[in-house]
């Protein structure tokens, strides 16, 4: 998992001795790469007004990063046996996920800074959930075309029982235009071939004598025609299901047929068609959804820090690379480098007099003195 911590601190007499005192912290042992992550000066709003926001922001938060992994979800499942491809597709601002967040810039065209922290979160909402529902749109459409046509697949190669049987039949294999004679496609069970041969014009009475031919056999069964008096079908299916034959309903229609094998040409064309399309649009959208969950983070981090440090806005908000084996190690040097701004919070654990900080967006268990947020951009399930 590609975890990256998201942390702000109040500046240290400027931001920039903030910055440098955690990379002196952290370069020992080689505990984390560090990236400054900035954010422009927002407009901070009343107390009240932040207070309300943080909540909100955990709930979007949640949202635009559910959205976002649906789309790449989807775009492995769209991407078949190109899926080992995801990753290649999966990009942020024509960059690689790492680069997107490790050189984070603020989009001023998209999330104007001169609008409240309120209208820019409803902008992401909006954009977010546009995309979700489009999503649902596409995905809906494009799974029914690929139900479609893997329906008629199984029907191609599937047992001689379920198989559609018009590319395996011929013309010649049926008596066509008769007023009183009929051919029927029976199928027989392997092990069973012989007792067909030897019994099927006994089976009522009015067949066609030595009118039986085998057609296509399978691993189990074996496709043959047997024809006879239209006036005792009824009678023959009934005493041939008795003896374990069974009659496929079968009427040789060249038009039907035609039909028949030009619906999954007309599919598997439809389904070519809409990949391209649907590939690109997931991919930009991924996009999309991707840069606005970075930037509600950053609506996060920048709440937070004013609600925890105060106002004029002085922190520094540092993005962590943690090393996966001192990732303890990290929690404790910045614990060491933090606990000063409050005595009650101890290695993640808000002690049981503290004030409540629910109403700022933290649970007790992942209250820290320093502003955190866990940030995974792993998209792509590992499959054990």
Known sequence: MTEYWLVSAPGNKTCQQTWESLNTATKQNNLSANYKFQ?????????????????????????????????AQYLGEVLEDQRDKLHENLLANNGDLPSYITRFQWDMAKYPIKQSLRNIADIISKQVGQIDADLKTKSSAYNNLKGNLQNLEKKQTGSLLTRNLADLVKKEHFILDSEYLTTLLVIVPKQMSNDWNLNY???????????????HQDNDYGLYTVSLFKKV?????????????????????EEELAAG?????????????QFGPLVRWLKVNFSECFCAWIHVKALRVFVESVLRFGLPVNFQAMLLLPNKKTSKRLRDVLQMLYQHLDASAHHGHSAQDSVDMSGMGF??????????YKLSIDMVESKV
């Open 261 to 273: 094998k030009n619906e999954i040409t007309k599919l598997v064309t439809d389904k070519k068609k």
């Open 363 to 372: 649970g007790q268990a992942d209250y820290y003195p320093y502003v955190y």
């Open 233 to 253: 079908v009824e009678e023959f299916k009934l005493h041939a299901r008795e003896k374990k034959f069974v009659v496929r309903d079968f009427t040789y229609n």
């Open 201 to 215: 014009e006994k089976i009522t009475d009015m067949i066609v004598p030595r009118s039986t031919q085998l057609i």
């Open 39 to 71: 954010i422009p000066d927002l407009k901070v709003g009343t107390l009240d007004q932040l207070v309300g926001l943080s909540d909100d922001l955990g709930k979007l938060d949640a949202f635009v990063e559910g959205v976002t992994r649906k789309v």
